[in-house]
Each structure stands twice: as structure tokens, then as C-alpha cells.
């Protein structure tokens, strides 16, 4: 039986995001997995701005629920954290009792991140924002969405990627489905 993916992350936004999609897709096969990627969702004609969404977020849940495990591309996205749909889908899949592994493609931690925003953006912060403490444990993200990766996989893949290629640069993916196969395959060794 072939194992399923959801392939998560702000790569649906992309000019190119079909074909992102693709070579996720490719890149999971080789593995030996069959990528569930949003944008495979079939969506009919003429709906409503809110009809759509409900029929993208409804189809996005139902790969989910299809899904065996998640990767996620938690690159931050408009910001210094990550796309919040992702952190969304990380949530469900560990709410499933699922297996996330994530990656970013930067290696600067969560606090020093946000601490690093330009101030032109963080004085569009409320008065409570800018005077309220930063998350400050040393990791890639805020921590429920560390720690959801890091309890399913032991490793939060990091990497330092051009940056004219920050969102869509698939060697911290490659790598996740490297650890993916790995645990797969441990786990179905000692079962037998």
C-alpha cells in the first residue's frame, strides 16, 4: 500500500504553484508516496467568494483525513512566522494523531525573526503587540508548531536557501521525505 502525503505550505500562492505542486508530487513518488497537493481539489464554477473558500477548506480537510502523514513548508510567509493556513493544517493532521515533519528554508529562530521586523512594519503592530513579550525558546517556530514536528520526527529541517528562492526551494522537502521513509520504514521493520 502506497502511503499518502498532504503537501503542506504557502507554495499554493506561488506564480508557479501548479508546478510546484508537480514536482512535490514527482519528489514524493520517488520516495514512494503519493502527494495529495491543495490544489489537486476539484472546484466547480460560479461559486461565491465564501462558497469557494468553504469547498477549498473542505477539500484541503478531506486530503488530510486521507492522508497517512503531513510535510509542511514552514518557511515564514508575509512575516516573520509561517502561512497561518499551514499552521492550521499542522494542527489537524497532529489532532488526527498524524505524523508532521517540517522544514524552512531559513535557519534564524522564531524570537530573532520577530525581533528582526523592520520597524516601519511593526509600528503597523497595536500598542499591546509591540509591548508584549516574544516567544524566546530557540526554535524555528512558535513552539506548538515545533514541538507538533519535533515529537513526530525528532528534526526540524533548516536551511539557508537564496532569496529569490525562500518559499519555493525543495531541498528541506527532499529532506523530509528522506526522514519520512526512514521512520516508515522502522516502523513497519519492527512491526513485522
Known sequence: MTLRVYLS???VFLPNARDQG??????AAEHGFAGLYPL???IGAGLTPEELARVIS????AFMQEADFCIANCTPFRGPSMDAGTAYEIGFMRALGKPV??????TADYARRVRAT????QAHWCLETQRSDIEDFGLAENLMIAIAVLDTCGRFVLRD???DRVLSDLDGFRDCLALAADMFRERERVRR
Open 9 to 11: 505550505g504557502p507554495d
Open 22 to 27: 508537480a514536482a512535490k508530487k514527482r519528489l
Open 40 to 42: 489537486d481539489n476539484e
Open 58 to 61: 473542505q477539500g484541503n480537510e
Open 101 to 106: 515533519f517540517g522544514y524552512a528554508n531559513v
Open 118 to 121: 523592520p520597524a516601519a512594519a
Open 161 to 163: 536557501v537564496a532569496p
